[in-house]
């Protein structure tokens, strides 16, 4: 199975901040790497996917880059609405592994 | 709109079966891979299978292989999640999630369910 390794586990920051959560594979895995979301009590929600493509519908200030085994999740200016968890997870090979998470606080 | 709409929750004893579900609509169900994940209380996310409906193929992570049964019927749109006997640890909340791109199952989880809540105590 590909090991994906999430830092920080936590993070505090403020509102206005830019976030940088970063991921790494444990082998090459080309740009097959996507970001959630988690809100407690809800479902995840997809916000990056192929390493560096927004899905529609998320804001703008979230982006992602990396390939190969180093990944980065960058939120340019946090708002209220972004404390939460995330995820990675690697849709190359199955098992299509996620990271632990990395829970953002205020 | 795409929706993946799961059944309600479930408390269960040891030993027991169970058979949870997931009903797809707004697209075309035996065409997307579907999957299922584990969330188990105040832990992170684990993958635990998808299935294609169209041919049924079927791939499992070597943590639940064996201990779940993943399956669908196309002609009613709904993926399925059973156990045979269910052990306290099968506690969690289980999503099923829909696969971005269609035919491929190499693309993030687009679509979520809401979430099935199983307890499993006895």
């Known amino acids: 199975d590909i090991q994906m390794t999430q830092s920080p586990s936590s993070l505090s920051a403020s509102v206005g901040d830019r976030v940088t959560i970063t991921c790494r594979a444990s082998q090459s895995i080309s740009t097959y790497l996507n970001w959630y979301q988690q809100k407690p009590g809800k479902a995840p929600n997809l916000l990056i996917f192929?390493?560096?493509s927004l899905q529609s519908g998320v804001p703008s200030r979230f982006s992602g880059s990396g390939s190969g085994t180093d990944f980065t999740l960058t939120i340019s200016s946090l708002q209220p609405e972004d404390f939460a968890t995330y995820y990675c997870q690697q849709s190359y090979s199955t098992p299509y592994t996620f990271g632990q998470g990395s829970k953002l606080e205020i | 709109e795409v929706q993946l709409v799961q059944s309600g929750a479930e408390v269960k004893k040891p030993g027991e079966s169970l058979k949870i579900s997931c009903k797809g609509s707004g697209y075309t169900f035996s065409t997307y891979w579907i999957g299922w994940v584990r969330q188990m209380p105040g832990k992170g996310l684990e993958w635990m299978g998808i299935i294609y409906p169209g041919d049924s193929d079927t791939r499992y992570s070597p943590s639940f292989q064996g201990q779940v049964t993943i399956s669908a019927d196309k002609s009613i749109s709904t993926a399925y999640l059973q156990w045979s006997s269910l052990k306290a640890s099968d506690t969690a909340m289980y999503y099923c999630?829909?696969?971005?791109?269609?035919?491929?199952?190499?693309?993030?989880?687009?679509?979520w369910g809401q979430g099935t809540l199983v307890t499993v105590s006895s």
């Open positions: 999630a829909r696969h971005l791109k269609g035919g491929s199952s190499f693309s993030p989880f687009d679509c």
């Open positions: 192929d390493a560096s």
